[in-house]
T-cell receptor
Framework: DGGITQSPKYLFRKEGQNVTLSCEQN?????MYWYRQDPGQGLRLIYY???????QKGDIAEGYSVSREKKESFPLTVTSAQKNPTAFYLC??????????FGPGTRLLVL | SQQGEEDPQALSIQEGENATMNCSYK?????LQWYRQNSGRGLVHLIL?????REKHSGRLRVTLDTSKKSSSLLITASRAADTASYFC??????????FGAGTTVTVRA
């Protein structure tokens, strides 16, 4: 099956802790994206990568970090510097830089 | 930054009725896309309309784009319970990034 997967489905973060959200795709897409969604709001872009070993900050990158060492994988780390991390995190990929295919999301909660 | 704004914020209709939602945006675009999100799930791409197109159809979906008014509409005909979801417009300019609106929540009553 081709698709984009995110894990875990739910993640709990303690104060001062870094946590990493996984995003994997087997669609052979070059571009990958991370979004944050807060209740009643649209998606806001955190980071994106158009090719392996390259990524750019989106609109709300502060407190987050990413890596793109493999085409299939684009993990997102929510650092302790992100003071309000509770949100729904969505990963997406694209082959043409236009239409995006989304994973099922990870809900991050703070303990 | 969020460029698109959907209207209305919420819509409740009877099964079989049509649902119309609108999206307005502020700057020039290359294309505008509509996505659907079921509660607690990821987004699903519905349709893309380019800046040089005025109307596009896909099954029960009809999208219009008026670049002079910087607005788009999504029409869902003969709605079904399975159409209950949030619908988002997203605009794309030259930088390949998508800017999403806050969405319209559609409830289809049986």
């Amino acid at each position: 099956d081709g698709g984009i997967t995110q894990s875990p489905k739910y993640l709990f973060r303690k104060e001062g802790q870094n946590v990493t959200l996984s995003c994997e795709q087997n669609l052979n897409h070059d571009a990958m994206y991370w979004y944050r969604q807060d209740p009643g709001q649209g998606l806001r872009l955190i980071y994106y990568s158009q090719i392996v070993n390259d990524f750019q900050k989106g609109d709300i990158a502060e407190g987050y970090s990413v890596s793109r060492e493999k085409k299939e994988s684009f993990p997102l780390t929510v650092t302790s510097a992100q003071k309000n991390p509770t949100a729904f995190y969505l990963c997406a990929s694209s082959i043409d830089g236009e239409t995006q295919y989304f994973g099922p999301g990870t809900r991050l909660l703070v303990l | 930054s969020q460029q698109g704004e959907e209207d209305p914020q919420a819509l409740s209709i009877q099964e079989g009725e049509n649902a119309t939602m609108n999206c307005s945006y502020k700057t020039s675009i290359n294309n505008l896309q509509w996505y659907r999100q079921n509660s607690g799930r990821g987004l699903v791409h519905l349709i893309l309309i380019r800046s040089n197109e005025r109307e596009k159809h896909s099954g029960r979906l009809r999208v219009t784009l008026d670049t002079s008014k910087k607005s788009s509409s999504l029409l869902i005909t003969a709605s079904r319970a399975a159409d209950t979801a949030s619908y988002f417009c997203a605009t794309q300019s030259n930088d390949y990034k998508l800017s999403f609106g806050a969405g319209t929540t559609v409830t289809v009553r049986a």
